[in-house]
């Protein structure tokens, strides 16, 4: 059974846990920022060309889905990444009409492997500070974090639509 103080330091832990996402969502946002200055894209084509490099190759219809871009969009986005060596358009095999969005792995680590190196080192450091199930209590909630924040950008992209 629960008491007052206990209910009290609860919400007080909540609350900063709260403020420490969304202080961790900016850093996110500005680490982005960040790393896309230093190659030269704009930080809209690098988390793009991470959702192709994480889902594997994908048709433009399907990046628009995951970006909320308009196809024409993405169109221009897939040319931009295409130029700088990223990307390249290939022949769907189950579907020769279809067009596929496949990363250049190759160039993009070569590129983008620098500027998370540090990163990767830091969190790598970070995670061995916690326990095998005090990690996998982390991954819980940031992978439920993220489901909820996919289903806020549905909702807000289909209150956008019907207005």
Do not use: K
């Not at 040319?79 to 700088?84: A, I, N, T």
């Not at 358009?89 to 160039?107: C, M, N, Y």
Request: proline share 4%; hydrophobic share 50%; glycine share 8%.
């Amino acid at each position: 059974m629960s008491t007052p103080a206990a209910d009290a330091d609860r919400a007080v832990t909540a609350a900063a846990l709260n403020e420490a996402m969304r202080a961790s969502s900016a850093l996110s946002v500005l680490l982005s920022q960040a790393i896309a200055d230093r190659v030269g894209i704009s930080p809209t084509d690098l988390e793009s060309l991470d959702l192709v490099i994480r889902h594997g190759p994908l048709t433009a219809g399907r990046l628009a889905e995951l970006t909320g871009l308009t196809t024409g969009a993405v169109t221009g986005l897939v040319d931009r990444l295409e130029r700088r060596g990223y990307v390249r358009r290939e022949a769907d095999p189950g579907d020769r009409r279809r067009v596929l969005v496949r990363a250049v792995a190759e160039r993009a680590e070569a590129d983008l492997g620098p500027p998370f190196a540090g990163l990767a080192a830091a969190m790598d450091e970070l995670a061995g500070r916690y326990s095998d199930v005090e990690l996998a209590v982390v991954l819980d909630f940031v992978e439920r974090a993220g489901a909820i924040a996919a289903e806020q950008i549905a909702r807000i992209r289909a209150e956008a639509g019907a207005a």
